[in-house]
């Protein structure tokens, strides 16, 4: 994924080596989160680098473990997840305001409603694009763990299971991230940071080394969950210059470049200290991407891919639970190995996400109600990924099935294979202006490349510095070139392969965070609504005795002001004999 926070930069950036209020470097972090999430982060990429494929094979054998003994978690968790935040927006709780003033939301509905538009694009829905819905259709990772028919109706099933993967599951996630962080920081004005979502639960051990704990596992997770983006982001690239012959076939050096160059771009970005400049960027980013979209819609079949929609997104709420506690279970080592692949994966790298975009929806939600919160973020974005993926991925398939094909291929073994890397630039070479439509849309993933590690830097920093909006300059060129180091690592580490694994693996003490988040947040909203109720039945008391006493006065004036006190307050009357 990725996204833009750019506007929880509420200022301009202050010189490097010094923070807002003038402090030395040292005096602007957290120390009890900020260097146990260095090291670690630094001492994987250590490893990773100079053990190249043995910690690729070290970080397969993890996922295939997480996946065989964790994978229906996973699957349970998620689904529970949905549950809590269709339950959160219905019921009463849904009232409640993320808010203790009476302003009113920040942003009008519109702004609101785009820039949750926005936070649902990314690296990852280009680099999916057209490839996942193929992928399912063409029976990846092997034939024997095929989950669809290779016919139309497998077409139908490939894509609705790619809006599994898009739909409602991750936004449920960020739904939980999301609206712990704005209760946390618009109603009970904390800093933003994760320790305070379960404070609730935890208690003083959230101030604690508990809460340093709970917050270094939000950096490390958050960084890695970035570094997963780039490094898809910079496979799609190096795929997209080589498909024009700018460049050979990729190797790992040339993907270290890629990524040295585009990190340096990010760098330009956080240097510069112009917010206005980046949030710019990332509308244009945004813009452009919509742009793309509508573009392959005109120019394809588009009739098809509107009945698509229609039909797919039917078939998607026909399927939804069915589909949502699905682990493969049947289907053996096989089915492990698709879940590893594909829905596994998915979970893992949106909770890994969960924090970056969490503070960024929950920023621009100040004012709205829990049931606005809910619903703008689980739709808005699940509707744009229907369409996307509809779009691009329909495209793909209607190609395979009543076109030229090209886009699954083959391997020496006779294994179908599809190169997630350049079916979106295959499937463009056959449209109006393909070199330059192809140009533009590797512009675009490097756009979201250096929105995502600007934006990711400086949320990452905020945690690391214990909830400080407006971090220094040096401690964000240094998350952000962590990022781009963990990238590289990973690609040295196994390319997609080591991608996926860290996403599975990583995610898994975070989701303990999100169980107690939930906990947390019910028994929040339970003594608010507590308060409410109470101040509704004393305004409605007090409403009824003025009621009375007036109705009475205008009956005959039997009852004085003495007649409507309070019992300790009214003086007592002489008896008559």
């Given at each position: 994924?990725?996204?833009?926070?750019?506007?929880?930069?509420?200022?301009?950036?202050?010189?490097?080596?010094?923070?807002?209020?003038?402090?030395?470097?040292?005096?602007?972090?957290?120390?009890?989160?900020?260097?146990?999430?260095?090291?670690?982060?630094?001492?994987?990429?250590?490893?990773?680098?100079?053990?190249?494929?043995?910690?690729?094979?070290?970080?397969?054998?993890?996922?295939?473990?997480?996946?065989?003994?964790?994978?229906?978690?996973?699957?349970?968790?998620?689904?529970?997840?949905?549950?809590?935040?269709?339950?959160?927006?219905?019921?009463?709780?849904?009232?409640?305001?993320?808010?203790?003033?009476?302003?009113?939301?920040?942003?009008?509905?519109?702004?609101?409603?785009?820039?949750?538009?926005?936070?649902?694009?990314?690296?990852?829905?280009?680099?999916?694009?057209?490839?996942?819905?193929?992928?399912?259709?063409?029976?990846?990772?092997?034939?024997?763990?095929?989950?669809?028919?290779?016919?139309?109706?497998?077409?139908?099933?490939?894509?609705?299971?790619?809006?599994?993967?898009?739909?409602?599951?991750?936004?449920?996630?960020?739904?939980?991230?999301?609206?712990?962080?704005?209760?946390?920081?618009?109603?009970?004005?904390?800093?933003?940071?994760?320790?305070?979502?379960?404070?609730?639960?935890?208690?003083?051990?959230?101030?604690?080394?508990?809460?340093?704990?709970?917050?270094?596992?939000?950096?490390?997770?958050?960084?890695?969950?970035?570094?997963?983006?780039?490094?898809?982001?910079?496979?799609?690239?190096?795929?997209?210059?080589?498909?024009?012959?700018?460049?050979?076939?990729?190797?790992?050096?040339?993907?270290?470049?890629?990524?040295?160059?585009?990190?340096?771009?990010?760098?330009?970005?956080?240097?510069?200290?112009?917010?206005?400049?980046?949030?710019?960027?990332?509308?244009?980013?945004?813009?452009?991407?919509?742009?793309?979209?509508?573009?392959?819609?005109?120019?394809?079949?588009?009739?098809?891919?509107?009945?698509?929609?229609?039909?797919?997104?039917?078939?998607?709420?026909?399927?939804?639970?069915?589909?949502?506690?699905?682990?493969?279970?049947?289907?053996?080592?096989?089915?492990?190995?698709?879940?590893?692949?594909?829905?596994?994966?998915?979970?893992?790298?949106?909770?890994?996400?969960?924090p970056f975009v969490g503070v960024f929806i929950a920023r621009i939600s100040k004012g709205r109600t829990v049931r606005e919160f809910v619903l703008g973020v689980l739709l808005i974005p699940t509707?744009?990924?229907?369409?996307?993926?509809?779009?691009?991925?329909?495209?793909?398939?209607?190609?395979?099935?009543?076109?030229?094909?090209?886009?699954?291929?083959?391997?020496?073994?006779?294994?179908?294979?599809?190169?997630?890397?350049?079916?979106?630039?295959?499937?463009?070479?056959?449209?109006?202006?393909?070199?330059?439509?192809?140009?533009?849309?590797?512009?675009?993933?490097?756009?979201?490349?250096?929105?995502?590690?600007?934006?990711?830097?400086?949320?990452?920093?905020?945690?690391?510095?214990?909830?400080?909006?407006?971090?220094?300059?040096?401690?964000?060129?240094?998350?952000?070139?962590?990022?781009?180091?963990?990238?590289?690592?990973?690609?040295?580490?196994?390319?997609?392969?080591?991608?996926?694994?860290?996403?599975?693996?990583?995610?898994?003490?975070?989701?303990?965070?999100?169980?107690?988040?939930?906990?947390?947040?019910?028994?929040?909203?339970?003594?608010?609504?507590?308060?409410?109720?109470?101040?509704?039945?004393?305004?409605?008391?007090?409403?009824?005795?003025?009621?009375?006493?007036?109705?009475?006065?205008?009956?005959?004036?039997?009852?004085?002001?003495?007649?409507?006190?309070?019992?300790?307050?009214?003086?007592?009357?002489?008896?008559?004999?």
């Amino acid at each position: 994924m990725g996204t833009s926070p750019e506007t929880a930069r509420s200022t301009d950036t202050e010189p490097a080596g010094t923070s807002p209020a003038g402090e030395r470097w040292y005096q602007s972090i957290h120390p009890q989160v900020f260097w146990p999430s260095l090291v670690l982060i630094l001492a994987f990429v250590a490893l990773a680098i100079i053990g190249g494929d043995t910690v690729g094979d070290a970080i397969g054998t993890v996922q295939n473990g997480i996946v065989s003994y964790f994978g229906w978690y996973y699957t349970a968790l998620i689904s529970a997840f949905v549950v809590f935040a269709v339950w959160m927006g219905l019921s009463h709780f849904g009232d409640i305001t993320l808010s203790n003033d009476d302003e009113g939301p920040e942003f009008g509905l519109g702004s609101w409603l785009t820039m949750l538009f926005g936070a649902g694009m990314g690296i990852g829905l280009v680099f999916w694009g057209v490839a996942e819905p193929l992928h399912h259709f063409a029976g990846i990772p092997n034939r024997a763990s095929r989950i669809v028919a290779g016919d139309e109706a497998g077409a139908q099933d490939s894509l609705v299971i790619t809006f599994l993967h898009w739909g409602l599951h991750p936004w449920a996630i960020y739904v939980v991230v999301g609206l712990a962080i704005a209760y946390a920081v618009h109603v009970r004005n904390r800093p933003i940071s994760i320790r305070w979502t379960v404070e609730p639960v935890l208690g003083k051990a959230a101030k604690g080394w508990l809460g340093d704990v709970v917050d270094v596992i939000a950096v490390v997770g958050t960084v890695f969950g970035i570094a997963t983006s780039l490094g898809l982001g910079v496979t799609q690239i190096a795929g997209g210059l080589a498909f024009l012959d700018i460049i050979s076939t990729p190797s790992n050096m040339v993907l270290v470049i890629i990524i040295g160059i585009v990190t340096g771009l990010a760098l330009f970005s956080v240097v510069s200290g112009v917010s206005k400049g980046i949030k710019w960027l990332s509308n244009i980013n945004m813009s452009m991407a919509v742009a793309l979209m509508l573009f392959i819609a005109i120019a394809g079949p588009t009739m098809f891919l509107l009945r698509e929609l229609i039909q797919a997104s039917g078939a998607y709420f026909q399927n939804l639970i069915a589909l949502s506690f699905r682990t493969s279970a049947l289907a053996g080592e096989q089915g492990i190995e698709w879940q590893g692949w594909w829905t596994a994966f998915y979970w893992g790298w949106w909770i890994s996400w969960a924090p970056f975009v969490g503070v960024f929806i929950a920023r621009i939600s100040k004012g709205r109600t829990v049931r606005e919160f809910v619903l703008g973020v689980l739709l808005i974005p699940t509707i744009f990924s229907f369409i996307w993926f509809t779009v691009l991925g329909g495209s793909g398939l209607y190609r395979e099935l009543f076109g030229s094909g090209g886009l699954v291929g083959t391997d020496a073994e006779g294994n179908a294979t599809v190169d997630e890397t350049n079916t979106l630039f295959v499937l463009l070479e056959n449209l109006p202006a393909a070199g330059l439509v192809i140009g533009v849309a590797i512009l675009i993933v490097i756009l979201f490349f250096v929105t995502s590690s600007d934006s990711g830097s400086l949320v990452v920093d905020m945690l690391a510095s214990g909830g400080d909006v407006d971090p220094p300059v040096w401690s964000r060129v240094l998350w952000a070139v962590l990022e781009g180091a963990v990238a590289v690592a990973l690609v040295l580490a196994g390319g997609l392969t080591a991608l996926r694994g860290v996403a599975i693996s990583i995610a898994l003490p975070f989701s303990v965070v999100m169980i107690v988040m939930c906990f947390a947040l019910v028994r929040q909203f339970r003594h608010e609504r507590h308060k409410t109720l109470q101040a509704e039945l004393r305004l409605r008391r007090e409403q009824f005795t003025a009621h009375v006493a007036q109705t009475l006065q205008e009956d005959g004036g039997l009852l004085t002001d003495d007649d409507t006190a309070p019992a300790a307050r009214r003086p007592r009357r002489r008896r008559r004999t």
